[in-house]
Antibody, heavy 117, light 108 residues
Framework: QVQLQESGPGLVKPSETLSLTCTVSVGPSGSYFWGWIRQPPGKGLEWIASIYYSGGSYYNPSLRSRVSISVDTSNKRVSLNLTSVTAADTAVYFCAEYGSGSFLEFWGRGMLVTVSS | SFVLTQPPSLSVAPGQTARITCEMSGIGSKSVNWYQQKPGQAPVLVVYDDSDRPSGIPERFSGSNSGNTATLTVSRVEPGDEADYHC???????????FGGGTKLTVL
């Protein structure tokens, strides 16, 4: 069973950079394709970015100018950086692993990140 | 662009059938995935590739997809099914992951 765990600061100041890490324990069904998704309080899910084990990546066009995603295969970590944050970036951030298709099969528990001074 | 439209809410009595829709022009040509999310928890995949169920998901959960509408059907609804349900498709190479706005299912 794949397990994912998000980590990082829970509070970020406006205009600063939000940096999160997802540590992955890869089981026999690991697809080696991961994504970051966020959910503002009381709102729906918003996809941020996805990355393959090889490093190939996709980004949400509306966030592309502020987002970078990377993978550290040796340490089984997927990282997310979001620059120039505002209060609108306050959300629960999830990392997830894709299954054998377009679906997100395994999810981390999520981490609340609050943007506030 | 890809916009998935879901009804914001749906109420169903226990034992009845809930049908949650996800609409987009031509969605029938896409693979649709559905997630259940209870308060304070991460989403859980309940249906993938239109109508397949992951192991451990009850048969009461089923999916269909045709034309401009995909549907998640929850049969014999139980109180524990009360949750938000989100549909998702793989859109395109430039915007691969698209979520619907979510539907809050209330069990009366």
């Amino acid at each position: 069973q794949v397990q994912l765990q998000e980590s990082g600061p829970g509070l970020v100041k406006p205009s600063e950079t939000l940096s999160l890490t997802c540590t992955v324990s890869v089981g026999p069904s690991g697809s080696y394709f991961w994504g970051w998704i966020r959910q503002p309080p009381g709102k729906g899910l918003e996809w941020i970015a996805s990355i393959y084990y090889s490093g190939g990546s996709y980004y949400n066009p509306s966030l592309r100018s502020r987002v970078s995603i990377s993978v550290d295969t040796s340490n089984k970590r997927v990282s997310l950086n979001l620059t120039s944050v505002t209060a609108a970036d306050t959300a629960v951030y999830f990392c997830a692993e894709y299954g054998s298709g377009s679906f997100l099969e395994f999810w981390g528990r999520g981490m609340l990140v609050t943007v506030s001074s | 662009s890809f916009v998935l439209t879901q009804p914001p809410s749906l109420s169903v009595a226990p034992g009845q059938t809930a049908r949650i829709t996800c609409e987009m022009s031509g969605i029938g040509s896409k693979s649709v995935n559905w997630y259940q999310q209870k308060p304070g928890q991460a989403p859980v995949l309940v249906v993938y590739d239109d109508s397949d169920r992951p192991s451990g998901i009850p048969e009461r959960f089923s999916g269909s997809n045709s034309g401009n509408t995909a549907t998640l059907t929850v049969s014999r609804v139980e109180p524990g099914d009360e949750a938000d349900y989100h549909c998702q498709v793989w859109g395109s190479a430039t915007f691969p992951v698209v979520f619907g706005g979510g539907t809050k299912l209330t069990v009366l």
